[in-house]
Protein backbone atom coordinates (compact mmCIF):
# COMPACT_ATOMS: atom_id res chain seq x y z
CA UNK A 1 0.00 0.00 0.00
CA UNK A 2 1.41 3.34 -0.70
CA UNK A 3 2.21 5.61 2.16
CA UNK A 4 0.39 8.20 2.60
CA UNK A 5 2.92 10.62 3.93
CA UNK A 6 6.12 11.63 1.25
CA UNK A 7 9.56 10.94 2.56
CA UNK A 8 11.96 13.92 2.51
CA UNK A 9 15.90 13.95 2.38
CA UNK A 10 18.10 16.70 3.97
CA UNK A 11 18.45 18.48 0.04
CA UNK A 12 14.73 19.37 0.24
CA UNK A 13 14.24 21.48 4.02
CA UNK A 14 17.15 23.38 2.09
CA UNK A 15 15.63 23.90 -0.71
CA UNK A 16 17.68 21.30 -2.83
CA UNK A 17 15.92 18.48 -3.65
CA UNK A 18 18.54 16.59 -5.56
CA UNK A 19 21.52 17.56 -3.12
CA UNK A 20 22.89 14.63 -1.48
CA UNK A 21 24.26 16.15 1.55
CA UNK A 22 24.35 13.73 4.80
CA UNK A 23 24.99 16.98 7.24
CA UNK A 24 23.57 20.27 7.65
CA UNK A 25 23.07 22.76 10.26
CA UNK A 26 21.31 26.01 10.43
CA UNK A 27 19.36 28.98 11.99
CA UNK A 28 16.06 29.54 11.70
CA UNK A 29 16.36 33.25 11.30
CA UNK A 30 18.50 32.65 8.11
CA UNK A 31 16.48 29.87 7.10
CA UNK A 32 13.94 30.06 3.76
CA UNK A 33 10.90 27.90 4.56
CA UNK A 34 11.40 24.40 3.17
CA UNK A 35 9.46 23.42 0.29
CA UNK A 36 7.71 20.76 1.48
CA UNK A 37 4.39 19.19 2.81
CA UNK A 38 2.98 20.03 6.15
CA UNK A 39 2.97 16.92 7.40
CA UNK A 40 5.66 14.30 6.13
CA UNK A 41 8.47 12.03 6.84
CA UNK A 42 12.10 12.23 6.71
CA UNK A 43 14.81 10.23 6.03
CA UNK A 44 17.92 11.44 8.08
CA UNK A 45 17.75 12.76 11.74
CA UNK A 46 16.94 16.17 13.35
CA UNK A 47 17.84 18.31 16.13
CA UNK A 48 15.77 21.36 16.95
CA UNK A 49 17.00 23.64 19.50
CA UNK A 50 15.02 26.26 20.93
CA UNK A 51 17.40 29.70 22.44
CA UNK A 52 13.98 31.85 22.45
CA UNK A 53 10.47 31.89 21.83
CA UNK A 54 8.55 28.40 21.48
CA UNK A 55 6.90 26.31 18.98
CA UNK A 56 4.62 23.06 18.66
CA UNK A 57 5.63 20.39 17.16
CA UNK A 58 3.69 17.00 16.43
CA UNK A 59 5.16 13.75 15.85
CA UNK A 60 3.50 10.69 15.35
CA UNK A 61 -0.08 12.42 15.76
CA UNK A 62 1.20 13.31 19.51
CA UNK A 63 1.90 17.37 20.20
CA UNK A 64 4.77 18.61 21.91
CA UNK A 65 5.32 22.42 23.04
CA UNK A 66 9.29 23.36 22.67
CA UNK A 67 10.28 26.03 25.27
CA UNK A 68 13.74 28.00 25.43
CA UNK A 69 16.48 26.03 26.19
CA UNK A 70 15.19 22.91 24.78
CA UNK A 71 16.37 20.25 22.15
CA UNK A 72 13.83 18.72 20.25
CA UNK A 73 14.37 14.96 18.23
CA UNK A 74 13.34 13.78 15.21
CA UNK A 75 13.61 10.82 13.53
CA UNK A 76 13.89 8.95 10.48
CA UNK A 77 10.19 7.31 9.63
CA UNK A 78 8.28 9.35 12.26
CA UNK A 79 4.97 11.29 10.99
CA UNK A 80 5.75 15.03 11.29
CA UNK A 81 3.89 17.77 11.19
CA UNK A 82 5.74 21.32 10.23
CA UNK A 83 5.69 23.94 11.85
CA UNK A 84 6.38 27.60 11.07
CA UNK A 85 9.57 28.93 12.64
CA UNK A 86 8.85 32.85 12.43
CA UNK A 87 9.70 34.38 15.75
CA UNK A 88 11.95 31.67 16.89
CA UNK A 89 15.63 32.12 17.61
CA UNK A 90 17.27 28.40 17.32
CA UNK A 91 18.08 26.01 14.20
CA UNK A 92 18.27 22.33 13.17
CA UNK A 93 20.81 20.15 12.90
CA UNK A 94 20.05 17.52 10.20
CA UNK A 95 22.43 14.18 10.07
CA UNK A 96 21.78 10.83 8.12
CA UNK A 97 22.67 7.30 10.10
CA UNK A 98 25.28 6.69 7.15
CA UNK A 99 26.87 10.36 8.39
CA UNK A 100 26.70 9.22 11.70
CA UNK A 101 27.84 5.72 11.89
CA UNK A 102 30.83 6.66 8.66
CA UNK A 103 34.20 4.85 10.11
CA UNK A 104 32.54 3.08 12.85
CA UNK A 105 32.78 -0.51 12.82
CA UNK A 106 30.07 -0.97 16.01
CA UNK A 107 26.65 -0.46 14.11
CA UNK A 108 24.54 -0.07 17.62
CA UNK A 109 26.33 3.10 17.97
CA UNK A 110 23.90 5.06 16.92
CA UNK A 111 21.08 2.61 18.68
CA UNK A 112 23.01 3.11 22.22
CA UNK A 113 21.56 7.30 22.07
CA UNK A 114 18.48 6.18 24.06
CA UNK A 115 16.70 9.85 23.34
CA UNK A 116 16.93 9.18 19.48
CA UNK A 117 13.75 7.34 17.92
CA UNK A 118 11.27 8.43 20.11
CA UNK A 119 11.59 5.11 21.76
CA UNK A 120 12.44 5.19 25.43
CA UNK A 121 12.10 8.85 25.78
CA UNK A 122 10.15 11.51 25.01
CA UNK A 123 11.55 13.61 21.87
CA UNK A 124 10.79 17.17 23.77
CA UNK A 125 13.80 17.85 25.89
CA UNK A 126 14.12 20.52 28.35
CA UNK A 127 17.86 21.35 29.68
CA UNK A 128 19.40 22.35 32.98
CA UNK A 129 21.28 25.88 32.09
CA UNK A 130 24.30 24.71 32.14
CA UNK A 131 24.04 21.79 30.08
CA UNK A 132 22.14 23.83 27.44
CA UNK A 133 25.30 26.25 27.13
CA UNK A 134 27.21 23.40 26.84
CA UNK A 135 25.47 22.11 23.91
CA UNK A 136 25.24 25.64 22.45
CA UNK A 137 29.33 25.91 22.45
CA UNK A 138 29.21 22.31 20.21
CA UNK A 139 26.60 23.98 17.60
CA UNK A 140 28.84 27.05 17.44
CA UNK A 141 31.89 24.79 16.41
CA UNK A 142 29.68 22.78 14.41
CA UNK A 143 28.86 26.03 12.37
CA UNK A 144 32.15 27.81 12.18
CA UNK A 145 33.33 23.88 10.83
CA UNK A 146 30.26 24.02 8.61
CA UNK A 147 31.39 27.44 7.26
CA UNK A 148 34.76 27.03 6.20
CA UNK A 149 35.03 26.84 2.66
CA UNK A 150 36.13 22.80 2.64
CA UNK A 151 34.59 21.72 5.52
CA UNK A 152 36.48 18.74 7.00
CA UNK A 153 33.98 15.93 7.44
CA UNK A 154 35.63 13.76 10.20
CA UNK A 155 35.67 17.26 12.38
CA UNK A 156 31.81 17.30 11.53
CA UNK A 157 31.19 14.12 13.01
CA UNK A 158 33.47 13.81 15.34
CA UNK A 159 31.50 17.29 16.49
CA UNK A 160 28.24 15.49 16.80
CA UNK A 161 29.68 12.47 18.29
CA UNK A 162 30.35 14.55 20.97
CA UNK A 163 27.05 16.85 21.19
CA UNK A 164 24.87 13.87 21.93
CA UNK A 165 26.77 11.99 24.02
CA UNK A 166 26.94 15.36 26.00
CA UNK A 167 23.01 14.71 25.65
CA UNK A 168 22.86 11.45 26.69
CA UNK A 169 25.31 12.21 29.67
CA UNK A 170 22.83 14.69 30.92
CA UNK A 171 19.55 12.62 30.53
CA UNK A 172 21.48 9.95 32.38
CA UNK A 173 22.49 12.19 35.29
CA UNK A 174 19.11 13.77 35.68
CA UNK A 175 16.61 10.18 35.04
CA UNK A 176 16.13 7.27 36.09
CA UNK A 177 16.56 4.57 33.86
CA UNK A 178 14.12 1.93 34.07
CA UNK A 179 15.90 -0.63 31.95
CA UNK A 180 19.37 -1.27 30.59
CA UNK A 181 20.89 0.71 27.89
CA UNK A 182 21.71 -3.18 26.30
CA UNK A 183 17.80 -3.78 26.52
CA UNK A 184 17.05 -0.38 24.37
CA UNK A 185 19.76 -1.71 21.68
CA UNK A 186 17.91 -4.86 21.41
CA UNK A 187 14.67 -3.27 21.40
CA UNK A 188 15.86 -0.15 18.86
CA UNK A 189 17.58 -3.02 16.77
CA UNK A 190 14.11 -5.47 16.77
CA UNK A 191 11.64 -2.30 15.88
CA UNK A 192 14.27 -2.00 12.64
CA UNK A 193 13.54 -5.78 11.91
CA UNK A 194 9.66 -5.13 12.07
CA UNK A 195 9.68 -1.96 10.36
CA UNK A 196 11.59 -4.12 7.28
CA UNK A 197 9.30 -7.10 7.72
CA UNK A 198 5.88 -5.29 8.48
CA UNK A 199 4.36 -6.78 5.60
CA UNK A 200 5.37 -10.35 6.36
CA UNK A 201 3.62 -10.79 9.31
CA UNK A 202 6.50 -12.83 10.81
CA UNK A 203 5.88 -14.45 14.43
CA UNK A 204 8.01 -13.18 17.47
CA UNK A 205 10.22 -16.18 17.71
CA UNK A 206 11.46 -14.86 13.57
CA UNK A 207 12.43 -11.67 15.84
CA UNK A 208 13.99 -13.39 18.77
CA UNK A 209 16.17 -15.47 16.54
CA UNK A 210 17.30 -12.82 14.69
CA UNK A 211 18.67 -11.03 17.54
CA UNK A 212 20.40 -14.20 19.09
CA UNK A 213 18.07 -14.05 22.19
CA UNK A 214 15.56 -15.80 23.50
CA UNK A 215 11.31 -15.50 23.02
CA UNK A 216 11.31 -15.14 26.56
CA UNK A 217 13.91 -12.81 26.60
CA UNK A 218 13.18 -10.83 23.93
CA UNK A 219 9.06 -10.46 25.34
CA UNK A 220 10.70 -9.00 28.48
CA UNK A 221 12.32 -6.55 27.17
CA UNK A 222 9.86 -5.29 25.06
CA UNK A 223 7.32 -5.84 28.22
CA UNK A 224 9.77 -3.29 30.10
CA UNK A 225 9.82 -0.73 27.90
CA UNK A 226 6.46 -0.63 26.21
CA UNK A 227 4.30 -2.10 28.69
CA UNK A 228 3.12 -4.55 26.01
CA UNK A 229 4.10 -7.73 24.58
CA UNK A 230 6.03 -8.16 21.55
CA UNK A 231 3.07 -10.03 19.37
CA UNK A 232 1.04 -6.97 20.13
CA UNK A 233 3.75 -4.35 19.76
CA UNK A 234 4.00 -6.37 15.85
CA UNK A 235 0.25 -6.20 15.37
CA UNK A 236 0.09 -2.66 16.35
CA UNK A 237 2.74 -2.35 13.59
CA UNK A 238 0.83 -4.23 10.90
CA UNK A 239 -2.10 -2.33 11.54
CA UNK A 240 -0.26 1.31 11.03
CA UNK A 241 0.78 -0.20 8.02
CA UNK A 242 -2.34 -0.93 6.34
CA UNK A 243 -3.66 2.57 7.70
CA UNK A 244 -0.44 4.42 7.28
CA UNK A 245 -1.26 6.02 10.48
CA UNK A 246 1.52 4.39 13.09
Not at 21 to 46: G, L, R, S, W
Not at 118 to 128: C, D, E, G, T
Not at 210 to 233: A, F, G, S
Request: proline share 2%; hydrophobic share 40%; charged share 25%.
Amino acid sequence: MKDLFRSYSIGHFINQATNLTEFEIAFFEEMDEPDVDEVHKQTFYEILWVDEGSSRQIIDFQSYDLQPKSLFFISPGQVHEFESWQGLKGGTIMFTEDFFLQNHQNKDKLFELSFLDNIYFNPNLLLQCQDYITFRSYIDLLVAEKKRAIPNKEILQSLLHILLLQVQRSIETTKDLNTTKRNIVLFKQFKNLLENNVAHALAPGYYAQKLNITQHHLNRIVKEITDKTTTEVIKARAIGKNSNRI
